[in-house]
């Protein structure tokens, strides 16, 4: 069984800055793309960053610039650095990944969520 845990929410002003962190666990075989993703309050979830197992990187045009996505194989972790944080960055962020099993199955994996918070 395979879970994602997010880690680094908070309520910070805005100009602040948090880390976001996504540890995959389980019986991983490897790891291809891994993404963030954020849903505010009445709207629908909507991609903000994604990383390769290359490392190749996209952001959405909302973030670019502020955000990075980051990932550390060794851990299985992704990382979302967000700077210059701004009231419309508000919601809650999932971690996303793309997983192959060490039963040979792949399949889209997805964390709880955690809550970010931007006051103005």
């Known amino acids: 069984q395979v879970q994602l845990v997010e880690s680094g929410g908070g309520l910070v002003q805005a100009g602040g800055s948090l880390r976001l962190s996504c540890a995959a666990s389980g019986r991983i075989f490897s790891i291809n793309a891994m993404r963030w993703y954020r849903q505010a309050p009445g709207k629908q979830r909507d991609l903000v960053a994604a990383?390769?197992?290359?490392?190749?990187?996209n952001y959405a045009d909302s973030v670019k610039g502020r955000f990075s996505i980051s990932r550390d194989n060794a851990k299985n972790t992704v990382y979302l650095q967000m700077n210059s944080l701004k009231p419309e960055d508000t919601a809650v962020y999932y971690c996303n990944a793309a997983i192959w099993t060490a039963d040979w199955r792949t399949g889209e994996y997805w964390g709880q969520g955690t809550q970010v918070t931007v006051s103005s």
């Open positions: 990383i390769t197992s290359g490392d190749s990187t």
